[in-house]
């Protein structure tokens, strides 16, 4: 079942299972606010979550909603991490995953036929090679080699049925590109949130939701703080670990 010095955790909220690696990838708390954060349906659909990483996020959704979901990850590693953490929970009837570049998913799945698209995509421009982290796999994960901001929102809106839903996570320092690119490939910015480590800080997460070819109103929905006075706070205690 677990190869390597892969480990399994508890989703504690969700009383699921997920298989990790500290040297390929482990997911971060980003995956669970955008899980919480996204508006699913709640019997029937179709759900496609890019850059899955180890499936989290698909994992998370399972919770939320009994549509399908589908996966795409192009690691290879982490694909198969993400396959094996669904047997685990018996969730194969209702989460898939494809191994793939996520800019030849349009044409292969077709155009239009997505309620939601989420995506928790690489947040940092490529930078420099001699700044490019050596663990190949983290590399991936956090910088744009293999796929742009601009490919994952051009995709996502391929993807989506008109008035279908795409939400992401991101940085707050790439808003402006990302509401730019949103508006590009019409996918209307309905609802935001920022996320603070606690009061008194910066925001360091953006969460983001649009329409496809909705109409202009975005709700900025109140800031949400990770700790205070160095615990969680009550709102992401409960998304980890339940009420």
Same mark, same amino acid.
């Given at each position: 079942?677990? %190869?390597?010095?892969?480990?399994?955790?508890? !989703?504690?909220?969700?009383?699921?299972?997920?298989?990790? +690696?500290? +040297? &390929?990838? /482990?997911? /971060?708390?980003?995956? *669970? !606010?955008?899980?919480?954060?996204?508006?699913? =349906?709640?019997?029937?659909?179709?759900?496609?979550?890019?850059? /899955?990483?180890?499936?989290? *996020?698909?994992?998370?959704? $399972?919770?939320?909603?009994?549509?399908?979901?589908?996966?795409?990850?192009?690691?290879?590693?982490?694909?198969?991490?993400? *396959?094996? $953490? &669904?047997?685990? #929970?018996?969730?194969?009837?209702?989460?898939?995953?494809?191994?793939?570049?996520?800019?030849?998913?349009?044409?292969?799945?077709?155009?239009?036929?997505?309620?939601?698209?989420?995506?928790?995509?690489?947040?940092? %421009?490529? =930078?420099?090679?001699?700044?490019?982290?050596? #663990?190949?796999?983290?590399?991936?994960?956090?910088?744009?080699?293999?796929?742009?901001?601009?490919?994952?929102? /051009? &995709?996502?809106?391929?993807?989506? %049925?008109?008035?279908?839903?795409?939400?992401?996570?991101?940085?707050?320092?790439?808003?402006? @590109?990302?509401?730019?690119?949103?508006?590009?490939?019409?996918?209307?910015?309905?609802?935001?949130?920022? &996320?603070?480590?606690?009061?008194?800080? @910066?925001?360091?997460?953006?969460?983001?939701?649009?329409?496809?070819?909705?109409?202009?109103?975005?709700?900025?929905?109140?800031?949400?703080?990770?700790? @205070?006075?160095?615990?969680?706070?009550?709102? *992401?205690?409960?998304?980890?670990?339940?009420?």
């Amino acid at each position: 079942m677990l %190869k390597g010095d892969e480990r399994l955790d508890y !989703l504690l909220a969700e009383n699921l299972r997920i298989i990790q +690696s500290p +040297s &390929v990838f /482990s997911f /971060s708390i980003d995956a *669970v !606010l955008l899980a919480n954060f996204v508006h699913v =349906p709640i019997q029937k659909g179709n759900i496609i979550d890019l850059c /899955s990483g180890n499936g989290i *996020v698909p994992l998370l959704l $399972s919770k939320r909603t009994n549509a399908d979901i589908l996966g795409i990850e192009i690691q290879e590693r982490l694909y198969d991490m993400a *396959v094996r $953490s &669904v047997e685990y #929970n018996g969730l194969n009837d209702r989460i898939q995953f494809l191994k793939g570049d996520i800019k030849e998913i349009p044409a292969l799945l077709g155009r239009g036929k997505h309620d939601v698209v989420t995506c928790n995509p690489p947040y940092f %421009k490529t =930078p420099q090679k001699e700044q490019i982290n050596p #663990n190949e796999y983290l590399a991936i994960a956090r910088h744009e080699l293999l796929c742009t901001l601009e490919d994952v929102i /051009s &995709v996502t809106a391929a993807l989506l %049925k008109q008035g279908g839903k795409a939400a992401f996570v991101h940085r707050p320092g790439r808003l402006i @590109e990302i509401v730019t690119l949103m508006k590009k490939y019409q996918l209307e910015p309905k609802k935001m949130r920022l &996320v603070y480590p606690r009061m008194g800080k @910066e925001a360091n997460i953006l969460l983001i939701e649009g329409i496809k070819n909705g109409k202009p109103d975005l709700r900025v929905l109140p800031p949400l703080y990770i700790f @205070e006075e160095g615990n969680y706070t009550e709102e *992401v205690q409960e998304m980890l670990y339940g009420k």
